[in-house]
């Protein structure tokens, strides 16, 4: 068995040690984004395929995304009154939200963006909905 620092004798092993302290440091979050009403259906999927990207790039495993679909916001924002809502959650590292949220700041397309890490009892709660969204399915 490998302990941190000092090198192990199986390639295998410390292949397996170093995995479970990268599954370790992942952590679970929510993202929602609103994008702004004037997309085509392609500029939308293009804007969330982005997102996609820069995550797994970064080493993030994307548990979940949804497409809410258009509604109206509780106040104007950039004078639109409406926004297309993304939910996505993924896990990560928490050096990649800070890059996520630079690059969704610079995106013209994205009016507001919310992102945060999901306690246990949240993680739970998720698990349990998208099971019972498959199962309605």
Known sequence: MCI????CIFAGEQ????????QFML???????ILT?????????ETVGKVI???EGEGAE????????????AYPIQKKSTGFYQFLEFKAKPETIA???????RDETVLRFLTFRQDKFAAEYAAKRRNLKSQAK
Do not use: D, H
């Not at 952590?27 to 984004?33: D, L």
């Not at 890059?99 to 700041?105: Q, T, V």
């Open 27 to 33: 952590k679970n979050y929510e993202a929602v984004f």
């Open 62 to 73: 994307i548990v979940n995304q949804e497409n809410w679909g258009l509604k109206k916001l």
């Open 99 to 105: 890059l996520m949220e630079k690059n969704l700041r």
């Open 37 to 45: 009403p004037v997309l085509s259906e392609a500029q939308m999927k």
């Open 4 to 7: 941190l620092g000092i090198s």
């Open 53 to 55: 990207t820069l995550l």
């Open 15 to 22: 292949f397996f040690n170093n995995y479970k302290i990268i």
